[in-house]
């Protein structure tokens, strides 16, 4: 049998230190990581592997009774808070853009909160202050990427066998170049997929999918729940992520730090409603992180298991078996597939096949978000 496809699924959290990173991460993976009221950093990043939870996945196994239920994984990364002069190596900044180059969608927390114990690194609580001081970090570390691989593409020139290249290198850099010196980042560019992949060894960060996340109180929530404004500052947020064309969301770190320790279910959705919330702020960040990476998830159900599987949206019916098996990939012969809903609907893969719902697919079929799957292969 062959070995399983494995897929990076990473997201570094960043933001400036006493954003409340490190108490988000610590809800996230239910383990008290190292924190503290004093403008500092995080001394070294800090990582977990959360299931993505999934409600579909819960009646799958409602249904088949299986002896294990298995989610679908993701990586996160508390990384060192970052601090002005970062790209210059300042604080723990070679630490910080080693982590985040490593990650492949970053979840910028922004302090949206005042609390007179917890002091903020300028001494103010200014949103987009804080979001420019991180942005200009960022993109001064891709221009000093930018300056190297300017000169080996200078170099390049002098060869005739490597010039042509080289010539578009120098074009796309400098389509690149006027976005990282006003720090509005590569992903603000419209590039081709050709000019992406000229400039895909230089790994630029600000190139990378970017979710804001602002760490509010209680009172920003309820009003959040009651389809209120957050606050004055969760406001200043989300007009910056709409003109950036960015995501954005409001999780309250203490709420969720102190929900994540309760494993009564019934308390936790008692802590919930009595907030407003039909979801913790931790769902839906995990949720949109996950399509904010391309993904998309299938099952494979039985007596032995109801699994979650990863896949990229978009993948072939024998990507997503080599998400399983590389042998599965290698082997594939067909798939039989039906949507989770047509089970929830019907009850039992029979009455799924007499309302011809049950299916035949072959190589070309692209898997849907929530397919039921059995792979047939050879090998």
């Known amino acids: 049998m062959g070995k399983r496809c494995v897929m990076a699924l990473n997201c570094g959290i960043l933001g400036l230190p006493n954003v409340g990173k490190s108490t988000i991460f610590s809800a996230l993976c239910s383990t008290p990581v190292e924190t503290t009221k004093y403008p500092s950093s995080t001394v070294k990043a800090n990582i977990a592997v959360i299931n993505v939870p999934d409600p579909r996945l819960d009646r799958l196994s409602a249904i088949f009774v299986p002896e294990k239920t298995i989610h679908a994984t993701m990586e996160f990364v508390d990384i060192a808070g970052l601090v002005k002069g970062a790209s210059r190596g300042n604080g723990l900044g070679n630490q910080f853009l080693s982590n985040i180059r490593d990650s492949a969608v970053y979840i910028h927390v922004v302090r949206c909160f005042e609390d007179s114990e917890i002091l903020h690194v300028s001494d103010t609580i200014d949103p987009e202050s804080d979001m420019e001081t991180i942005d200009i970090e960022l993109a001064l570390a891709d221009m000093q990427t930018l300056d190297k691989r300017r ?21 796309v850099l400098d389509k690149i170049s006027p976005a990282l010196e006003s720090a509005r980042g590569v992903r603000s560019l419209d590039l081709s997929a050709e000019e992406k992949a000229a400039v895909y060894d230089c790994h630029f960060i600000t190139a990378k999918p970017q979710l804001y996340v602002c760490n509010v109180d209680e009172a920003a929530i309820r009003n959040i729940a009651a389809g209120k404004p957050g606050n004055q500052y969760t406001e200043a947020v989300m007009k910056r992520a709409q003109r950036e064309g960015s995501q954005a969301l409001c999780i309250c770190g203490k709420f969720e730090a102190e929900l994540s320790g309760i494993e009564d279910p019934a308390e936790k959705t008692a802590f919930l409603e009595d907030l407003g919330l039909k979801e913790t702020g931790l769902s839906s960040l995990i949720h949109t992180a996950y399509k904010l990476l391309g993904l998309s998830t299938f099952f494979t159900t039985g007596e032995d298991e109801c699994r979650a599987w990863t896949i990229r949206t978009g993948d072939t019916a024998p990507k997503a078996a080599g998400a399983v098996h590389s042998d599965f990939e290698k082997g594939f012969i067909k798939a039989e597939v039906y949507g989770c809903e047509d089970i929830f609907q019907y009850g039992t893969e029979a009455k799924i096949r007499e309302a011809g719902k049950y299916r035949l697919e072959g190589k070309e079929y692209k898997v849907k978000d929530g397919d039921v799957i059995f792979f047939k292969f050879n090998v």
């Open 151 to 171: 000169e080996r593409a200078e170099k390049a020139l002098k060869n005739q066998a490597e010039k042509k290249n080289a010539e578009f290198v120098l074009g």
